[in-house]
């Protein structure tokens, strides 16, 4: 019987987002086994120790426990529209390192401030606005997506943290000088390969991934 990677995920994780994409635009057919934070699969914990997800188990036992690496798996198997592209370059690599560090940690520490024993998340999320959402605010005042004209792979690994960063208080994320972040923000939200990436999946339930999402039509000879 064929044997299909298995993606270990999470539909809230904002890293699980971003491998689901990239898989879903490679259309990998893919079994998605959607996790309990608390009570992880051992199958996981034995492929990937350090027990976070997303992690890709090939059919050959390779394991991917990084998502990053899950994205460019995925989009070096079959890229059609060229998404890979804005992933490999020089300005990826600054941006990408930008949002999984210090956006990441500010991220958390306004979300959850309690437990890194803060009184409140507002200095964490002004160091964000500093650190990350102004400065992507500038380039996206230049063009509409993070590698051009056309949304790509680095879109899809920045937003699902911006979105969860704009949802932690709506209301205050509308009013900031970030117009552009915003309607980036919404573009990307409203995409095809966003909605196919977020289908609800019941916990512990393995299953062949549902939410694929056709590819270029195929060309008449
Ligand atoms: N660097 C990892 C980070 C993944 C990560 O931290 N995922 C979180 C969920 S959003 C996780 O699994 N945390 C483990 C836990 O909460 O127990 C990646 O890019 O895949």
Same mark, same amino acid.
């Given at each position: ?10 539909? =809230? ?6 491998? =689901?994409? $990239? ?14 934070? =608390?009570?992880?699969?051992? &199958? ?29 798996? $995925? ?16 300005? &990826?690599?600054?941006?990408? $390192? #930008?949002?999984?560090?210090? *956006?990441? /940690?500010?991220?958390? =520490? ?13 200095? /964490?999320?002004?160091? &964000?606005?500093?650190? @990350? +959402? ?5 380039? +996206? ?8 004209? /056309?949304?790509? %792979?680095?879109? #899809?690994?920045? *937003?699902? *943290?911006?979105?969860? *960063? ?7 994320? $509308? %009013? ?21 990436? @977020? ?6 339930? !393995? ?8 590819? !270029? &039509?195929?060309?008449?000879?």
């Amino acid at each position: 019987m064929l044997k299909l990677p298995v993606l270990y995920t999470y539909r =809230r994780c904002p890293y699980a987002m971003r491998a =689901r994409m $990239a898989l879903c635009l490679s259309q990998q057919v893919f079994v998605a086994h959607e996790i309990v934070l =608390r009570d992880k699969p051992q &199958a996981l914990l034995a492929a990937s120790p350090k027990g976070t997800v997303p992690v890709l188990v090939l059919p050959d036992g390779q394991v991917l426990e990084e998502s990053l690496d899950i994205m460019r798996w $995925a989009l070096s198997q079959r890229d059609a529209s060229g998404w890979g592209a804005s992933l490999q370059t020089p300005q &990826a690599q600054h941006w990408l $390192a #930008l949002n999984d560090g210090a *956006f990441k /940690a500010s991220l958390d =520490r306004y979300k959850y401030p309690q437990r890194f024993g803060l009184p409140s998340g507002q200095g /964490a999320r002004g160091e &964000a606005v500093h650190a @990350m +959402l102004l400065p992507l605010n500038h380039l +996206l005042e230049q063009q509409p997506f993070m590698a051009g004209l /056309a949304m790509g %792979g680095l879109d #899809l690994a920045v *937003f699902p *943290f911006v979105r969860q *960063f704009a949802a932690v208080d709506a209301a205050w994320f $509308a %009013g900031l000088p970030c117009v552009a972040v915003a309607q980036w923000l919404a573009q990307c939200l409203s995409s095809e390969v966003f909605e196919a990436a @977020m289908c609800k999946l019941p916990a512990n339930t !393995p299953q062949v991934f549902p939410g694929l999402i056709p590819g !270029p &039509a195929p060309i008449d000879s």
